[in-house]
Antibody, heavy 126, light 113 residues
Framework: QITLQESGPTLVKPTQTLTLTCSFS????????????VAWIRQPPGRALEWLGL???????RYRPSLKTRLTISKGSSKNQVVLTMTNMDPDDTGTYYC????????????????WGPGRRVIVSS | DIVLTQSPDSLAVSLGERATITCKSS????????????LAWYQQKPGQPPKLLIF???TREFGVPDRFSGSGSGTDFTLTISSLQTEDVAVYYC?????????FGQGTRLEIK
């Protein structure tokens, strides 16, 4: 059974850096996890989903082009964690941040998502 | 980026009636080498993360009731709920995975009339 859980601050100030962690179980992003991937997707209040980026088991990453200079997705210190770092936070970055598991039915490098974390609400305000 | 436009933005349907949501893509999502359309549909209920309903435009995810169906090819796709139930009240999103820069539609809010 695959599960994911986001953690991190609820409130960040403008210009600060946001760091969120996705802790997961039921799959591996290590050498044995060929094809696996974890994505970050956010949702501003009352608005649509917005994909941010994804990391594959082999450390390859993909980023939303408009946010690429602000985003870093990496594996955490624990083997079952993925970390999202977003610099220079702005009130427009307020929203719920989800991590999600890449479905293995689709050939690389493409992705859609079969398991999602419950989301982490992040507010950017001074 | 590939733009997905859903219609309508909101929809009210009577219980037991059919609900139809469309998703139009700015470019074809049909990969000719395997004849598959790279489109998924999700359901999001208030306060919950999205739930995968359909992928490859028409393949129902395991455990999804068969009243949900997906159709279409190329640039025009449809999600149909054949007989609306109260638990189907949600926002529905399409997502393309033809490009590795994935995009979602703006969402369609489905309510009971």
């Amino acid at each position: 059974q695959i599960t994911l859980q986001e953690s991190g601050p609820t409130l960040v100030k403008p210009t600060q850096t946001l760091t969120l962690t996705c802790s997961f179980s039921g799959f591996s992003l290590g050498i044995s996890g060929v094809g696996e991937g974890v994505a970050w997707i956010r949702q501003p209040p009352g608005r649509a989903l917005e994909w941010l980026g994804l990391i594959y088991w082999d450390d390859d990453t993909r980023y939303r082009p408009s946010l690429k200079t602000r985003l870093t997705i990496s594996k955490g210190s624990s083997k079952n964690q993925v970390v999202l770092t977003m610099t220079n936070m702005d009130p427009d970055d307020t929203g719920t941040y989800y991590c999600a598991h890449r479905r293995l039915d689709v050939s690389l490098p493409r992705y859609f998502f079969d398991y999602w974390g419950p989301g982490r609400r992040v507010i950017v305000s001074s | 980026d590939i733009v997905l436009t859903q219609s309508p933005d909101s929809l009210a349907v009577s219980l037991g009636e059919r609900a139809t949501i469309t998703c139009k893509s700015s470019q074809s999502l049909l990969y000719t080498s395997n004849n598959r359309n790279y489109l998924a549909w999700y359901q999001q209920k208030p306060g919950q993360p999205p739930k995968l309903l359909i992928f490859w435009a028409s393949t129902r995810e395991f455990g999804v009731p068969d009243r949900f169906s997906g159709s279409g090819s190329g640039t025009d796709f449809t999600l149909t709920i054949s007989s609306l139930q109260t638990e189907d009240v949600a926002v529905y999103y399409c997502q393309q995975y033809y490009s590795t820069v994935i995009t979602f539609g703006q969402g369609t809010r489905l309510e009971i009339k």
